[in-house]
């Protein structure tokens, strides 16, 4: 019998299993699966740790969310289309929840299926290599400190990429008197409650633990943009300046001739995409970019189709795209997706990296990230799901941020799913302090 690892159980192994529960509840035989999950329980980012570093067994800890994350998107842009947010809590919730609430939901639609069982928690993959035609895996039970191997058909390496902080050197750090964390390591904002801090990026994680840092009462936010600044309109304690020059005792010297004292630095800039569990002949190196290259439709590893990669992309659409890469992943496996010769598909790969790379603004690259979705799920049996419904969300979203970063979370969307339009939240997101799913849903 065909046999499948996948490596981690957050959204996209998660995705993967739900596939395959899908073929095999439609009378589908289906191959013997096996996932690999690190940490003692599923969900990947979404499952919050307070632990940074290691955990207690000297494993580094994956987890980047922080307390009082709250989706960022739209909930209707990732919502799955055989599971709508409605089924889940029986009524229409507002678009933009906190981590714990899209936990729940995550968490929802696996735990109906025959899925847990096929997860080995707190089982680390430390090594895939391939030989004679097979892929062997090297995983330790890290409560029992034992390794073990297995030899697999095929491999979904669904492990994530933000869980490996790049971490920058600036000129004064080593002599900084407050603290230097990156965002990885950033777990709650009342830590920096009448501090002068300093972000410096300028995506999403700078955005959002910029104001975070901001509402929970750090005196002055500045953040230090190194190419494009992001331009909203911040409030007043906030300012967007350009690119850290070096650090000069407690003062940071930036580019443009501002100097600011601050009693904390926080790296907002990015991650890795780290894999040294596998072999170097099958290892995707890539920078954070919507279409890595060496993968079809984004996910069949070129030189080796028995290799599968989820989520490798930096993500404007997140669980529905998720969704409809492990359908089609999982159609190649079984073979009812037959995949083209080596030519055509390094001309599709091309095509798409080629197309990448001339994307210039935002709406540019949702309409990109849209039409990779749209082709992918037209391949399989994923249900139906209003893609460009999305796709309009989301720039009306980017738009409603433009208007006002402080309220774009307090907008409504209408489900790509069941239509239903989620209600205005009983609390502005800049009063609410209290992220709990009973706070959330109740009132
Ligand atoms: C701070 C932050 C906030 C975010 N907020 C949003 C948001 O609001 N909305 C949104 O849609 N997306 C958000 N994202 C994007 C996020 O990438 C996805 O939502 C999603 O978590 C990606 O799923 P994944 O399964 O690819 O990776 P992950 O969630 O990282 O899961 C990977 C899993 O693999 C396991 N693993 C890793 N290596 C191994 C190994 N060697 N052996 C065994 N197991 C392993 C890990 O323990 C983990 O459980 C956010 C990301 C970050 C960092
Ligand atoms: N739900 C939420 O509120 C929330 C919050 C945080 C993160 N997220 C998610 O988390 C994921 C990761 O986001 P991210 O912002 O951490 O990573 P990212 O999108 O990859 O952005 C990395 C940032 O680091 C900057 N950078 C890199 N090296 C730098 C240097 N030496 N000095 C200064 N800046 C540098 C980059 O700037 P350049 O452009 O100049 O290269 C870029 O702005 C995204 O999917 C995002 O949606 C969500």
């Not at 005792?249 to 907002?268: M, P, R, S, V």
């Amino acid at each position: 019998m065909t046999k499948i690892a996948i490596i981690g159980a957050g959204p996209c192994g998660l995705s993967m299993l739900r596939a395959f529960d899908q073929a095999e509840k439609k009378g589908e035989k289906i191959p013997e699966v096996v996932c690999f999950e690190k940490q003692a329980d599923w969900g990947g980012l979404w499952n919050y740790s307070w632990r940074t570093g290691s955990d207690q067994y000297g494993d580094p800890v994956p987890n980047s969310m922080y307390r009082y994350l709250w989706s960022n998107g739209p909930k209707e842009c990732l919502e799955f289309a055989d599971y709508s947010f409605d089924e889940h809590f029986g009524k229409p919730i507002p678009s933009f929840p906190p981590r714990a609430v899209l936990y729940d939901y995550i968490l929802g639609r696996v735990s109906k299926g025959n899925i847990k069982n096929k997860i080995k928690f707190n089982t680390k993959v430390t090594s895939v290599v391939f030989k004679n035609d097979k892929f062997e895996i090297s995983y330790l039970d890290k409560t029992s400190d034992a390794t073990s191997k297995d030899n697999f058909d095929y491999i979904v390496v669904a492990s994530g990429h933000f869980s490996v902080p790049f971490i920058p050197e600036y000129e004064g750090m080593s002599s900084f008197p407050g603290r230097i964390l990156h965002s990885h390591d950033f777990r709650d904002a009342e830590e920096f409650r009448g501090k002068n801090v300093i972000v410096l990026g300028s995506s999403y994680s700078a955005e959002d633990i910029a104001l975070q840092c901001h509402k929970y009462g750090a005196n002055s936010v500045t953040i230090g943009y190194r190419h494009n600044p992001m331009g909203f309109k911040w409030p007043k304690g906030m300012k967007e300046v350009h690119y850290l020059d070096r650090l000069d005792g407690k003062k940071a010297i930036f580019k443009d001739g501002t100097e600011q004292d601050a009693d904390a630095i926080i790296l907002c800039t990015g991650y890795l995409h780290h894999f040294p569990f596998i072999d170097e002949n099958l290892r995707l190196k890539t920078r954070n970019r919507l279409y890595p290259p060496k993968l079809y439709k984004g996910v069949v590893w070129q030189d080796n189709q028995k290799l599968i990669y989820l989520g490798m992309q930096d993500q404007f659409h997140t669980f529905n795209m998720f969704d409809c890469q492990a359908w089609f992943a999982r159609d190649v496996i079984m073979g009812k997706i037959k995949l083209p010769n080596s030519d055509e598909i390094s001309k599709d790969i091309n095509k798409w990296v080629a197309m990448e790379e001339k994307l210039e603004n935002p709406d540019q690259m949702i309409d990109f990230q849209t039409e990779y979705t749209k082709e992918l799920h037209e391949t399989s049996d994923y249900p139906k799901i209003d893609f460009e419904l999305i796709r309009k969300h989301f720039k009306e979203w980017e738009h409603h941020k433009v208007e006002n970063i402080l309220t774009y979370r307090n907008k409504s969307f209408s489900s790509p799913v069941t239509g239903s339009v989620g209600p205005i939240h009983h609390t502005p997101w800049s009063e609410a302090m209290d992220d709990s799913l009973k706070t959330f849903l109740n009132k």
